[in-house]
């Protein structure tokens, strides 16, 4: 059974004012991650985020060839690479 939220989770990530979308843009204009959190706290802002992003790891560990998506998301935002590395891997090497 599809939860009915999911659509009001996918429309607050992109359009809302969350904590979420202000690190994503953050990370965008060139932050590290572990720079953004920085800069969030300043702001007494939280990233909820960050949480699921951990769990995900572990729920990940030993699919190193699966799930590239995720796997790029965990390195740019737990191991503080640049973005350009992993989202260049995906566009390059994994057609739709």
Known sequence: MESQCWG????????GNTGNR????????????SEAIV???????????I???KAIRIVLEGSENDFPLLHGVNEIILEDKDPRGPITYLMNSHRI
Do not use: C, H, P, Q
Request: proline share 0%; net charge positive; aromatic share 8%.
């Open 8 to 15: 009001n989770d996918m429309w607050m990530s992109s359009t």
């Open 39 to 49: 800069e969030m706290r300043k702001r007494n802002k939280t990233v909820e985020g």
């Open 22 to 33: 202000e690190f994503g843009i953050l990370v965008g204009k060139g932050y590290k991650a």
């Open 51 to 53: 949480n699921t992003v």
